[in-house]
Each structure stands twice: as C-alpha cells, then as structure tokens.
C-alpha cells in the first residue's frame, strides 16, 4: 500500500507559486507556516540544485513531493509513482508545468483550482530559466507525450489509466 499524501490548502499551494515566482514573502510564509516541505520545493527550484531538497524531503518522508521534484529531474519512476500514488495532483502538476492540456483540465475537473495556478508558476519559471537549467528537463522529456498523448495514455483526457480509464 502506497503512503497517503499530505493535502495541501489553496493557500499554502498559492504561496508556494508565488514564492517560485520569487516572492520572498510568500517563501517566509511556508517557512513560518509548518510547510518547510513546501518551502524545500521551492528551493529546489530556485536552487537550480534539487539535490539538498531531494535530500531533505526523503528525510522526513515526503514521498510524494520527493518525486514530484526528482520528475523534474527527469526520473520516470518518479512520475510514475505520482501516477499511482494519493497525490495524483503533483503528477497532473508536474504535466501541466509542461503545458499538457489535458492535465490542466483533469486538475480543474477534480477540484485543484490552486494546482493550476502552481502550474503556470512553473511553467514561467521554465520559461526564465530555459538557457540556464540545471537538470535535463527543458526539451527532454519525451517520454511525455509517446503517443501524442500523456505517457502513452493516447489522446483523451488527463485521467486515462490507459484507454479512457480514471486515475
């Protein structure tokens, strides 16, 4: 039995976004908040070294947003795991920061509004750093989109579990 996610408030989500954006405000907030997981996100990213947060995140056993940060890293397991596991809005996430639509409507469809908003401060911070990027992610993730669909799901939308299934 995989370990249950932690579930995360729209503004504890919004922070996080913010504070990738670069919002020191936002950041000392999940640093002040009981969210330093969120907080090792963010410095995995502004980091441009995930390696500490990976290591930090594995230490107290956040699974989820481990994978979620080493999917960036371009570990398929990784985003495998998020597939299957109780957090499947950081899989959808890690999707929609790469502009898969589907995954966008599936978070939007089940209520992860906030997800969203967090995708799109990804994206944009993908977008910035694209000549600077520390892992092989930008462009390199091919194994996304196999069959012009999300990991082989084939087109449809993000919830396929092969051929039309729900997560």
Known sequence: ?????????????INLAKAIDGNSFSYNWLKNNQCLELAAICCGFLNRDSSKSLEWLSKYKFRVLWSFIDSF??????????????????GATFCASYGDNNAIKWLVKSG?????FLSKAIYEYLQRNEHNVRRGYIGGIDWLSSDG???????????????????
Do not use: R
Request: contains cysteine; negative net charge.
């Open 1 to 13: 039995m995989l370990p249950i996610s932690k579930k995360y408030s729209s503004e504890q989500i």
């Open 73 to 90: 890293d371009g570990n398929k397991n990784s985003f495998e795991y998020l597939k299957h596991c109780d957090g499947k809005e950081w």
């Open 112 to 116: 992860f509004n906030h997800y969203v």
């Open 149 to 167: 669909g999300f990991d082989g799901f084939g087109s449809g939308d993000f919830g396929g579990g092969g051929a039309g299934g729900d997560w």
